[in-house]
């Protein structure tokens, strides 16, 4: 691991502007075609043709910058993935956006073209990945199925893999009521004997919504105790954007003694003053729970895994590792067992010792997949539960107007000291009020600095003033955004912010319209892994089945991003977003070969055809970790 280039670099008085040292640190059926068949060298060097074809191919990639070293490749580490049907790889690379064929070679993309240029190129020794191939074996050419189409490894900008592995074991998504849900976490025990012969066991589960529920009233420990099988068990359960906690009276009793009051979070109570079994936000964190043994990590890790690579997942941004988390996947990659790779965000703890000036930041060369750079801040809560700090009152809720998480001169003091150490700065900001402060912040603290060598991040932007957009695209911070959130939210949005404040909810055209660069992720498990979901809610605004408030043409329709954005938004974008847009985030020469087959054309099939697309292979450094093209 390298260090970071950043370090012990002031952000105001002492960052150089514009200095270009202070960056990144980065200077189907599988169809076996016919073999090339390369002609004798006694008739090719005869025909004046052959030399000034050979020179200009050997000139176009001069053109590109590029040197040549010469290598001898294994046939196993070296084939062309083309389409029958002409350009269906996309490669979203803006000068050669799709073309017929990409060429592997040991991990590499080190071509791309037409069948026939591409073989030629490999035939005669010009083919580019900082070398030259010398006496080549005949090009393996493998073919997607008809229909299909190739695209680079797809990115999640912003999701939580333990996590996601943790709500799989008892997924509480889709109930409709309190009592449904009590329900399910009844079965779950009946159904797991070693979790029904030991009532000491803490039973996790996440997902439930209580925003869909009839009442759309909190739940209680009362609602869990009920339960016979339930009662007298420590049971915690998560909601579906991850800031509340609803847990049973053992689970309760277990945490005490509870403060008063708990400063960026609410501990419900009831009419009494006693806890009703609901902590919101930062009050989450008082509930006590038996720690975590390595198997228990492993066994999320895996099934986050599985899932992901089922769904075209090469890249993850994980936001916001704890320090057992972050140990835990430091262990993997040592190991050498992280199949994909992970960006992590570092928790940050206000309450603990400013850790950027002592802790090195783990940065991946190309060679490696994990890479911890970032420090990730949370401002304030969230919409669905009445925590995102707004600059008016909820609509729904006159009484409130969400609350910060944190005093907001942390954020002043804390953005530019982490800037100075080499970290990348992720600040989560949903409501508006807490946006605003949020930029206020880096607006502060950039002045003077090199932003695009310090790319820091708006994690959600969820609800940003119009004038706010502007100065975020003005400034340079990333806004990374959730699509999936906006077809979610966007049932009970107007009530919760009332019909001219909702325009502002999830305004991605806009926000891209003021300058700001946006990058995609899915928030799971608050939402689902499936890029394809977020690809088709980026496009369309619709859920699912084709519904919206606003009707067929989707909600607020002219805030849809185009197909091509979405797609940068889940490959390219993510790779500026994590700072390896030089080897990873499309298929151009010299990148890492991840790319992802599927069954269908999400460029140009119909928006209510999209989420049918499956994934045939998910490819990360030339190798299938998941089906097989």
Sequence with gaps: ??????????????????????????????????????????????????????????????????????????????????????????????????????????????????????????????????????????????????????????????????????????????????????????????????????????????????????????????????????????????????????????????????????????IVRDSSGQPTGMLLDNAQELVKQPPLEEDDLLKRFKTAVKDAVKYGLTSIHDAGLDPMSLAFFKRQAHKGTLPIRIYGMTYFDETGEYWGNTTEPTIANEEQRLTARSVKIFADGALRTGGAALYEPYADNPTTNGFMRLDEDILFKYIPLFLRDGWQVNVHAIGDRANGIVIDAFEASLEGANVTALRPRLEHAQIMTPEDMARLGKLGVIASVQPTHAISDMWYAQDRLGPERVKNLYAFRTLIDKGARITLGSDFPVESMNPLSGFYAAVSRLSPDGESPHGPEGWFPEQRLTRQEALRGMTIDPAWASFTEEYLGSLEIGKRADFVVLSQDIMTVPVNEILATEVLATVVDGRAIYGNF
């Excluded at 150089?16 to 090339?36: L, M, R, V």
């Excluded at 580490?77 to 083309?82: H, I």
């Excluded at 004997?193 to 869909?212: A, E, M, R, Y």
Aim: hydrophobic content about 35%.
């Design 1 to 266: 691991m390298s260090a970071s280039p950043l370090r012990k670099r002031a952000v105001s008085g002492d960052v150089p502007k514009d200095n270009p040292k202070f960056t990144n640190g980065h200077k189907i059926s599988s169809e076996q075609g016919p073999p090339a068949s390369p002609a004798a060298p006694s008739s090719l060097f005869k025909s004046s043709k052959f030399f000034l074809l050979l020179g200009a191919i050997v000139l176009s990639y001069f053109l590109r910058d590029r040197f040549f070293s010469v290598v001898s490749p294994s046939p196993a580490d070296s084939y062309a993935l083309c389409s029958a049907e002409g350009n269906k790889v996309y490669t979203v690379d803006n000068n050669n956006p799709a073309v017929q064929c990409i060429v592997v070679h040991r991990a590499r993309i080190v071509d791309t073209g037409s069948l026939e240029q591409v073989k030629l190129r490999w035939e005669h020794s010009v083919v580019y990945s900082t070398r030259e191939i010398s006496n080549p074996t005949p090009l393996q050419v493998r073919y997607i199925k008809p229909g299909a189409i190739v695209v680079p490894g797809l990115s999640d900008s912003h999701a939580h893999i333990l996590e996601y592995g943790a709500s799989r074991a008892l997924p509480l998504e889709g109930t409709k009521t309190i009592q449904e849900t009590v329900e399910r976490v009844r079965n779950y025990i009946l159904s797991n004997p070693d979790v029904q012969k030991d009532k000491t066991k803490f039973i996790l589960g996440g997902g439930w919504d209580h925003t869909v529920w009839p009442s759309s009233a909190w739940p209680s420990a009362a609602d869990l105790d009920a339960d016979p099988v339930i009662r007298g068990r420590p049971v915690v359960l998560q909601s579906k954007d991850c800031h509340a906690l609803w847990v049973s009276s053992q689970a309760l009793e277990a945490s005490l003694p509870l403060p008063s009051e708990v400063e960026g979070g609410v």
